[in-house]
């Protein structure tokens, strides 16, 4: 079963593939549509988490992950790569392949080096 992205359209898996989020076992999930879960201990179920949109300053969608009272804002694009895209070169940076920085879905996220990622950039704004 497929279903769209609703940022970009592009097909993603229908079924919820949620994978842990590492570092947050048990904790917090990542799905590869970019969404993010946590478990209530008091319902013994996996809750939605709500997602911070971008702002001004920061064109990146962030969730904020707690564990033993530490709160970290995590890029969500970053959570979800880490989670389904294999990057067996240790690339550093996550490419948006069509250049919108709030579609997270996995199908849309690439490992990249800096210098590539810059270049993709470069290509991008040329384009337009
Ligand atoms: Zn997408």
Same mark, same amino acid.
């Given at each position: ?27 917090y999930?990542i799905?590869?549509?970019g969404e993010v879960?946590y ?9 939605t988490k709500a997602i911070k949109k971008t702002n001004k300053n920061n064109k990146y969608n962030r969730v904020n992950l707690t564990?033993?009272?530490?709160s970290k804002l995590k890029y969500v694009h970053r959570l979800? #790569? @880490? ?14 392949? *069509?250049? /919108?920085r709030t579609?997270n879905? #996995? @199908? ?14 470069? *290509?991008? /704004?040329?384009?337009?």
């Open positions: 079963m497929m279903d769209r992205c609703v940022e970009c359209g592009l097909n993603v898996q229908k079924t919820d593939r949620w994978r842990d989020i590492k570092g947050y076992e048990g904790k999930q799905s590869d549509k879960q478990w209530d201990d008091n319902k013994k179920e996996w809750i564990k033993s009272r530490d979800v #790569a @880490e989670a389904f895209i294999d990057n067996p070169e240790n690339k550093e940076t996550v490419d948006h392949i *069509n250049g /919108k579609c879905c #996995a @199908e849309n996220l690439d490992w990249k080096t800096q210098k590539e990622n810059n270049e993709a950039y470069e *290509n991008q /704004k040329r384009k337009k």
